[in-house]
């Protein structure tokens, strides 16, 4: 995992810990500004970008970005993809999130949200078969299988 190889290139078990506190302790705007600064000290850390992200997240803020570098310096965590599938669902990338769900199951075949956002993903795309979506007759409404 990138961040985690040589002494200094990752958070310290204490700067993880105070990340934890103050999101335990609802302290969003301050877990925000910790993860600012993780990120100028760990630049290649997908821990402080998953914490800025998370952050950005509960205070309604746009997390986008946060969240692409979370999933490009974690590459092999499904959690990681999934989240940022859900963002990129929230703002209309459905081909992106399709992949980024993709990625998720092939890491984590079992991951169920990701399962559910590829659905809702194909369905952004018009794929409604791909994404196991009936078409509704005149009468009736869109419905699952």
Request: charged residues 15%; proline residues 5%; glycine residues 10%.
């Amino acid at each position: 995992m990138p961040g985690s190889g040589a002494q200094g290139d990752a958070p310290t078990a204490t700067e993880k810990g105070q990340a934890i506190v103050l999101f335990n302790a609802g302290r969003h705007g301050e877990l925000e500004s910790l993860a600012r600064r993780l990120i100028q000290q760990y630049p290649v850390s997908g821990f402080a970008w998953r914490v800025l992200g998370i952050s950005l997240q509960l205070q309604g803020k746009e997390a986008l970005v946060a969240l692409q570098k979370t999933a490009q310096f974690l590459p092999d965590d499904a959690g990681a993809h999934g989240n940022l599938a859900a963002t990129l669902i929230d703002c209309g990338h459905f081909e992106e999130a399709a992949a980024s769900c993709r990625r998720a199951l092939a890491i984590d075949p079992d991951y169920a949200e990701a399962h559910c956002n590829l659905g809702i993903a194909l369905q952004g795309l018009h794929r409604f078969e791909a994404a196991g979506v009936t078409m509704p007759t005149s009468t009736s409404r869109w419905c699952a299988p």
